[in-house]
């Protein structure tokens, strides 16, 4: 496994996010992971999210689900949502995104949450699931970019970040 994605750049402050669904060191739950692909039991909801203490100066929120252990050279990024307007601080399970909210296409090619999906017998992956802090109220991304535009685009913009990191692994067969 690699080390934290977040290790390569720039240290900011946290805040704090929470989830029933995804647990801090825990296996996400099957409505979260992906039917899409195949998993029994998935049904690809985005997880319910709830933050607070983002610092003073949050004018907008990003969240990003990302796999680093995904057998790619660039990990597998499964949900991207930016320009989520700083009043907003909870996300519910299947969330649908608040006006001028922007859900960029993730590695399977669509604007949605798509599950956790490990390919079966690769061991467990780690699902980075982030709620991102803004400077700015709309970080100027295109809908068509993609989720690596938006983490390049927003670096300079972050103000804080919150983590939950989930896991996932398909036994092999």
Same mark, same amino acid.
């Given at each position: 496994m690699t080390n934290n994605p977040f290790d390569r750049l720039p240290q900011v402050p946290s805040f704090?996010?929470?989830?029933? @669904?995804?647990?801090?060191?825990?296996?996400?739950?099957?409505? *979260?992971?992906? +039917? $899409?692909?195949?998993?029994? &039991?998935?049904?690809?909801?985005?997880?319910?999210?709830?933050?607070?203490g983002a610092p003073e100066g949050t004018k907008s929120y990003a969240v990003t689900v990302y796999d680093p252990d995904a057998p790619t050279m660039s990990g597998f990024w499964h949900w991207a949502v930016a320009n989520i307007p700083a009043s907003v601080t909870s996300?519910?399970?299947?969330?649908?995104?608040?006006?001028? @909210?922007?859900?960029?296409?993730?590695?399977?090619?669509?604007? *949605?949450?798509? +599950? $956790?999906?490990?390919?079966? &017998?690769?061991?467990?992956?780690?699902?980075?699931?982030?709620?991102?802090?803004?400077?700015v109220?709309?970080?100027?991304?295109?809908?068509?970019?993609s989720p690596a535009y938006l983490g390049f685009t927003m670096a300079g913009h972050i103000l804080a970040r919150a983590t939950v990191v989930a896991t996932a692994e398909t036994p092999a067969a």
């Open positions: 704090e996010v929470k989830s029933a @669904a995804a647990v801090d060191g825990q296996a996400l739950p099957p409505a *979260q992971m992906s +039917g $899409a692909f195949g998993v029994p &039991g998935g049904q690809d909801l985005s997880p319910d999210l709830t933050w607070s996300l519910a399970e299947g969330a649908r995104m608040p006006e001028g @909210a922007v859900q960029f296409r993730n590695d399977a090619g669509l604007p *949605q949450y798509i +599950g $956790a999906a490990p390919p079966a &017998g690769h061991g467990a992956h780690r699902y980075f699931i982030t709620v991102h802090a803004l400077d109220e709309d970080i100027g991304v295109p809908a068509e970019g």
